[in-house]
């Protein structure tokens, strides 16, 4: 079974531009989740899609914006970037999202840095 | 408040010796999962061992076991007979039942080095 696939692996952006990023999820899994993971912050929650639709969202400016297709491959976008956008974005998908032991399935993650 | 604490930035360990990796948090939700991930320099998060908050024994999967203490909110994991591709960052981390979200609050995570 094929696991979580993100692309592109890197990238590297100057400032102002936007970005998409484009996340595969385990196949039969419906829910996938977004995260920032910046040294000085952590792993920060972006947002949350299941049935195409959004469930949930972090923290982060409107910049940051998300889809999913009906066959649940999600992509981000970021646009206007910033230098504090630089960071490794990590995708992540379970089955429905909502069982407390359900874990997670995380990609390698992009990593995005902004000149 | 920190909801999930991890007190060591980092931890050299020499290789065969058994690790402990702290783990703390903090809920008032009585149904709670707790999770520890790793993450080696690869970037991808790799999913170790889930305790839950009902669960009457500690959760063991193969070289990995969590000490679970409730009443102290602590889940330390334990790496027992540690090997040199146990290095890598390690990350606790809880979702709380009664969170509508239902997403994983993350620790700050912890830089384990293993010696040769």
């Known amino acids: 079974k094929a696991g979580v696939t993100q692309t592109p692996r890197y990238l590297i952006k100057t400032r102002g531009q936007q970005v998409t990023l484009s996340c595969s999820p385990i196949s039969g899994h419906r829910s996938v989740s977004w995260y920032q993971q910046t040294p000085g912050q952590g792993l920060q929650f972006l947002f949350e899609y299941f049935s195409e639709t959004q469930r949930n969202k972090g923290n982060f400016p409107g910049r940051f914006s998300g889809r999913q297709f009906s066959n649940s491959r999600s992509e981000m976008n970021v646009s206007t970037l910033e230098l504090g956008d630089s960071a490794l974005y990590l995708c992540?998908?379970?089955?429905?999202?909502?069982?407390?032991?359900?874990?997670?399935?995380f990609g390698s993650g992009t990593q995005l840095s902004v000149l | 408040a920190q909801k999930i604490t991890q007190t060591q930035p980092g931890m050299f360990v020499q290789e065969k010796e058994a690790v402990t990796l702290d783990c703390t948090y903090d809920?008032?939700?009585?149904?709670?999962?707790l999770f520890w991930y790793k993450q080696p320099s690869s970037g991808e998060m790799i999913f170790l061992i889930y305790?839950?908050?009902?669960d009457q024994q500690n959760a063991t999967e193969g070289r990995y076991s969590l000490n679970f203490q409730k009443a102290r909110k602590s889940a330390n994991l334990v790496i027992s007979a540690s090997q040199l591709g146990d290095s890598a960052m390690y990350f606790c981390?809880?979702?709380?039942?009664?969170?509508?979200?239902?997403?994983?609050?993350w620790g700050a995570g912890t830089k384990l080095i293993i010696k040769p």
């Open positions: 981390a809880m979702r709380e039942l009664g969170d509508s979200n239902y997403q994983l609050i």
């Open positions: 305790q839950g908050s009902y």
């Open positions: 992540a998908s379970s089955l429905v999202g909502r069982g407390r032991e359900e874990k997670l399935f």
């Open positions: 809920t008032s939700d009585p149904s709670y999962g």
